[in-house]
């Protein structure tokens, strides 16, 4: 079906420049506690509510320093986008997250911190454990109000923050009323008052008269616990650092049940996200502050794991499925190290392969010239990727000639793009500051990125391009490094600066990452394309190797490479080969459209069967060999049954559909090979090449 475009400029409507648009004629063992709380600039947090609840502060190291000179030569956009925020002065904006609705647009907007959903209300709050129901394309847990609090508030705004929680503020004017704590992964929502008062229950409470009192509505249950305070009917008279915290009760619990969760809903003020990498796994760690190392109400994603922590054999409905009650400290998981890579395997090739491919990269090499790039940043960035990989094949072929044109082609478009003072003088193809938003921005911006969407899709392509070029090029790493260094910080900064945000996108809860920057949705955030956030982290790893950014466990290679291997494991488990058992009335393979508040078969852009598959895969970098094969050949299969039902697949996609189906076995990839021969130029992706795409199938075949 078509909608307006899925993080794309709200005004802006499907058209044939959609980004997916088609073409025209090392083991490590080492171990980084990230910055997350990317909360202050160097100097300390001025605004209202930002000392109360203080983020950790970034540390004015000398590469900092030096990429604050470096952004400062770039210059700044004209105008920001990103109007009024409820933001304490010294916040970096938190764009791309999951909670990101609280902060831009003319209201808050509901958010989703699984399992609940939590909203701003006219004077406080609501919470509630979201209904779960799928259609044949939908599976759905919207935003719901089952238990609330009254604050007598006129205004909210985000006060602190990490990767995974978010602390909102609530006044009366200028006076701070308290402060409520939500995290991804936890039930709890804790609230704080900064001064003694009272505040109300917007369901009545059925209280014990020892400081818990339990809350019905919407056939849910929740508990509520209250430290430093006394309930007394519906109003609950709280001293100052009083605290009440909510839990919803599971379906199925037993008082003795109820009564441990109960003994855990433990006041929550942040969490802390670690993250190594040893024995071919990549490891996250985060850490649930509840006071002094207590253990608190966990919820690890289905398919995540249980390590560490006490489980109650309850469980939570969730858009992902089941998601086991327990307690602890830490949700824990690790994944396979998916290894950075941009270079297939042609070694096995027959001679007569070897010749039909050199024949057809001299082809489409000879049609590249300058007017082969597009001059935004998506189009422009797919352009160049497409050509960095034609370079690739030409020097595996040993076509000399071939492959020192097309360096210089996409050489003289990088300088472009990398030159530090480029939007001095143009307006395209070149990078600019947003000195609101901690961010660059690509000139000309295309389908809302000076709003901060996709990122991370857009960026990803030019450091992939910048990879291969610069791989054997010591002059090109040193020309390059500032700007491309930036363009890497931008989505990737291991850590808070005072210029980017630690993490931009990526969110290591749900091991995905998000692409509207600013969220302006009542179902939460959202991602539909997994395929190019995986190629995202390739490229940054990719660059962070050619670059030299490869020691420490904040190099740019480490840091991708555990971008990369989680945003592939996320892939292949809730979008390529989703277990949908709890959901058997959705009829579809594979979830496209991934939001905090539900899950679609859809995307933004085309109706087509072909496009919710089509737009998981693009673009097939060869690291994708390495997870979109999720369910063998026989969901490869399933996938493509609905996604060509009639076996056509000269249609958009169909060239990464045919480089899918060469996966599933070598019968497969021979019929894959033919059809890929006879595919029209239309239909071949501005990301891709006919000889890439031969050159994949024929490794396969």
Same mark, same amino acid.
């Given at each position: 079906?078509?909608?307006?475009?899925?993080?794309?400029?709200?005004? @802006?409507?499907?058209?044939?420049?959609?980004?997916?648009?088609?073409?025209?004629?090392?083991?490590?063992?080492?171990?980084?506690?990230?910055?997350?709380?990317?909360?202050?600039?160097?100097?300390?947090?001025?605004?209202?509510?930002?000392?109360?609840?203080?983020?950790?502060?970034?540390?004015?190291?000398?590469?900092?320093?030096?990429?604050?000179?470096?952004?400062?030569?770039?210059?700044?956009?004209?105008?920001?986008?990103?109007?009024?925020?409820?933001?304490?002065?010294?916040?970096?904006?938190?764009?791309?997250?999951?909670?990101?609705?609280?902060?831009?647009?003319?209201?808050?907007?509901?958010?989703?911190?699984?399992?609940?959903?939590?909203?701003?209300?006219?004077?406080?709050?609501?919470?509630?454990?979201?209904?779960?129901?799928?259609?044949?394309?939908?599976?759905?847990?919207?935003?719901?109000?089952?238990?609330?609090?009254?604050?007598?508030?006129?205004?909210?705004?985000?006060?602190?923050?990490?990767?995974?929680?978010?602390?909102?503020?609530?006044?009366?004017?200028?006076?701070?009323?308290?402060?409520?704590?939500?995290?991804?992964?936890?039930?709890?929502?804790?609230?704080?008052?900064?001064?003694?008062?009272?505040?109300?229950?917007?369901?009545?409470?059925?209280?014990?008269?020892?400081?818990?009192?339990?809350?019905?509505?919407?056939?849910?249950?929740?508990?509520?616990?209250?430290?430093?305070?006394?309930?007394?009917?519906?109003?609950?008279?709280?001293?100052?650092?009083?605290?009440?915290?909510?839990?919803?009760?599971?379906?199925?619990?037993?008082?003795?049940?109820?009564?441990?969760?109960?003994?855990?809903?433990?006041?929550?003020?942040?969490?802390?996200?670690?993250?190594?990498?040893?024995?071919?796994? @990549?490891?996250?760690?985060?850490?649930?502050?509840?006071?002094?190392?207590?253990?608190?109400?966990?919820?690890?994603?289905?398919?995540?794991?249980?390590?560490?922590?006490?489980?109650?054999?309850?469980?939570?409905?969730?858009?992902?499925?089941?998601?086991?009650?327990?307690?602890?400290?830490?949700?824990?998981?690790?994944?396979?190290?998916?290894?950075?890579?941009?270079?297939?395997?042609?070694?096995?090739?027959?001679?007569?392969?070897? #010749?039909?491919?050199?024949?057809?990269?001299?082809?489409?090499?000879?049609?590249?010239?300058?007017?082969?790039?597009?001059?935004?940043?998506?189009?422009?960035?797919?352009?160049?990727?497409?050509?960095?990989?034609?370079?690739?094949?030409?020097?595996?072929?040993?076509?000399?000639?071939?492959?020192?044109?097309?360096?210089?082609?996409?050489?003289?478009?990088?300088?472009?793009?990398?030159?530090?003072?480029?939007?001095?003088?143009?307006?395209?193809?070149?990078?600019?500051?947003?000195?609101?938003?901690?961010?660059?921005?690509?000139?000309?911006?295309?389908?809302?990125?000076?709003?901060?969407?996709?990122?991370?899709?857009?960026?990803?392509?030019?450091?992939?391009?910048?990879?291969?070029?610069?791989?054997?090029?010591?002059?090109?790493?040193?020309?390059?490094?500032?700007?491309?260094?930036?363009?890497?910080?931008?989505?990737?900064?291991?850590?808070?600066?005072?210029?980017?945000?630690?993490?931009?996108?990526?969110?290591?809860?749900?091991?995905?990452?998000?692409?509207?920057?600013?969220?302006?949705?009542?179902?939460?955030?959202? @991602?539909?394309?997994?395929?190019?956030?995986?190629?995202?982290?390739?490229?940054?790893?990719?660059?962070?190797?050619?670059?030299?950014?490869?020691?420490?466990?904040?190099?740019?290679?480490?840091?991708?490479?555990?971008?990369?291997?989680?945003?592939?494991?996320?892939?292949?488990?809730?979008?390529?080969?989703?277990?949908?058992?709890?959901?058997?009335?959705?009829?579809?393979?594979?979830?496209?459209?991934?939001?905090?508040?539900?899950?679609?078969?859809?995307?933004?852009?085309?109706?087509?069967?072909?496009?919710?598959?089509?737009?998981?895969?693009?673009?097939?970098?060869?690291?994708?060999?390495?997870?979109?094969?999720?369910?063998?050949?026989? @969901?490869?299969?399933?996938?493509?049954?609905? #996604?060509?039902?009639?076996?056509?697949?000269?249609?958009?996609?169909?060239?990464?559909?045919?480089?899918?189906?060469?996966?599933?076995?070598?019968?497969?990839?021979?019929?894959?090979?033919?059809?890929?021969?006879?595919?029209?130029?239309?239909?071949?992706?501005?990301?891709?090449?006919?000889?890439?795409?031969?050159?994949?199938?024929?490794?396969?075949?």
């Amino acid at each position: 079906m078509f909608r307006l475009p899925r993080s794309a400029r709200r005004d @802006q409507a499907p058209d044939a420049r959609r980004r997916v648009g088609v073409r025209r004629a090392s083991r490590l063992s080492t171990s980084v506690t990230v910055v997350t709380a990317v909360a202050m600039l160097v100097t300390a947090c001025t605004g209202p509510g930002g000392t109360d609840h203080p983020g950790e502060t970034t540390s004015p190291t000398t590469n900092g320093a030096a990429q604050a000179r470096a952004v400062a030569g770039l210059g700044d956009v004209a105008s920001s986008k990103a109007g009024a925020m409820r933001l304490a002065d010294g916040l970096l904006p938190p764009t791309n997250r999951w909670f990101s609705g609280l902060v831009f647009g003319a209201a808050p907007q509901p958010v989703f911190p699984s399992p609940i959903s939590w909203q701003v209300t006219d004077d406080g709050f609501a919470a509630g454990l979201p209904t779960v129901t799928a259609t044949e394309k939908t599976i759905a847990g919207g935003a719901t109000q089952q238990v609330g609090l009254d604050l007598g508030a006129t205004s909210t705004l985000v006060s602190a923050y990490d990767s995974v929680s978010v602390t909102v503020e609530h006044r009366d004017g200028s006076t701070v009323l308290g402060h409520t704590v939500v995290a991804e992964g936890s039930p709890l929502v804790t609230y704080t008052a900064a001064r003694a008062g009272t505040v109300t229950a917007t369901t009545p409470i059925d209280g014990t008269g020892d400081g818990t009192g339990t809350v019905t509505s919407g056939g849910r249950t929740w508990q509520l616990v209250v430290r430093d305070g006394t309930i007394d009917g519906d109003a609950i008279d709280l001293r100052s650092g009083g605290s009440v915290v909510l839990l919803p009760v599971p379906d199925g619990a037993t008082a003795a049940q109820t009564a441990r969760l109960v003994a855990a809903a433990r006041p929550l003020t942040g969490v802390a996200l670690d993250r190594s990498a040893s024995r071919g796994k @990549q490891r996250t760690t985060l850490t649930y502050d509840f006071g002094s190392g207590d253990r608190g109400v966990l919820v690890p994603q289905p398919g995540q794991g249980t390590t560490g922590l006490e489980c109650t054999g309850l469980h939570y409905e969730t858009v992902q499925g089941p998601a086991p009650v327990c307690t602890g400290t830490a949700l824990r998981f690790a994944v396979d190290t998916v290894r950075p890579s941009d270079t297939l395997d042609l070694s096995g090739l027959s001679s007569a392969e070897r #010749a039909a491919l050199v024949t057809q990269v001299r082809a489409d090499a000879s049609t590249v010239d300058a007017s082969s790039y597009a001059a935004d940043s998506y189009g422009g960035g797919k352009d160049l990727y497409r050509v960095a990989n034609l370079y690739r094949l030409a020097t595996q072929l040993d076509l000399a000639s071939v492959a020192d044109a097309l360096k210089t082609s996409v050489v003289d478009e990088l300088d472009q793009w990398f030159d530090l003072a480029g939007c001095g003088t143009r307006t395209a193809r070149c990078f600019a500051y947003d000195p609101t938003l901690h961010g660059l921005v690509g000139q000309e911006a295309s389908f809302g990125s000076d709003e901060f969407n996709d990122h991370h899709f857009h960026y990803g392509y030019v450091l992939s391009a910048a990879a291969v070029l610069a791989a054997d090029d010591p002059a090109l790493v040193s020309r390059w490094r500032t700007v491309a260094d930036l363009v890497a910080a931008d989505i990737a900064s291991p850590e808070a600066t005072a210029s980017f945000p630690a993490l931009r996108v990526y969110d290591p809860y749900v091991q995905h990452s998000w692409a509207s920057g600013f969220s302006p949705f009542a179902d939460g955030n959202n @991602q539909e394309s997994s395929s190019e956030a995986v190629s995202a982290w390739n490229g940054v790893a990719l660059w962070g190797a050619v670059s030299g950014s490869t020691s420490g466990s904040s190099s740019l290679r480490s840091v991708g490479t555990w971008l990369l291997s989680n945003e592939a494991a996320s892939a292949a488990r809730d979008v390529l080969d989703p277990d949908l058992s709890a959901f058997p009335e959705f009829r579809h393979r594979v979830v496209s459209l991934t939001w905090g508040g539900k899950r679609d078969h859809a995307t933004w852009f085309s109706a087509a069967a072909a496009a919710p598959a089509g737009i998981e895969l693009i673009p097939m970098p060869a690291v994708a060999a390495s997870y979109v094969d999720a369910g063998g050949a026989a @969901q490869i299969r399933r996938v493509l049954a609905e #996604a060509v039902p009639d076996g056509r697949y000269d249609v958009q996609f169909g060239d990464y559909l045919l480089m899918y189906r060469a996966l599933a076995s070598r019968a497969d990839a021979a019929t894959a090979l033919r059809e890929a021969r006879a595919l029209p130029d239309a239909v071949v992706d501005s990301a891709n090449s006919r000889s890439y795409m031969l050159a994949w199938i024929m490794s396969r075949a």
